[in-house]
């Protein structure tokens, strides 16, 4: 299955009734260029889950950057964040989806 496709399936996995009014995915560009996604992991399995911050800088337009927002009571702190450059989205998700399923 590849990435996208994956994460739509682990999107709808987590969607009960409830998470979905309040969490989510979001995907954004970067003026820089490049790209920024989140996923919101209040109520989901990987919610404390530990994950090692990783930057990778290959080029100018090659990096990634992914982190995990330290638990807190605040539901804006669940959160997988990872930025990259203009062709670096589906690695960005590979990353998550090798966290999630590890």
Known sequence: ?????????WYVQQCNGDWEHQNGI???TLDNP?????????????DHKPFESLRIDRTKTDWIDCSLK???????????QAAGGPLNLEEM?????KWAES
């Open 34 to 46: 490049g790209w920024m996604l989140k996923i919101q992991l209040i109520n989901t399995p990987l």
């Open 70 to 80: 330290p638990w807190t009571k605040s539901r804006d702190e669940h959160v997988f």
């Open 26 to 28: 979001s995907i954004e």
């Open 1 to 9: 299955m590849d990435s996208l496709a994956w994460l739509q399936n």
């Open 93 to 97: 998700i590979q990353i998550f989806r």
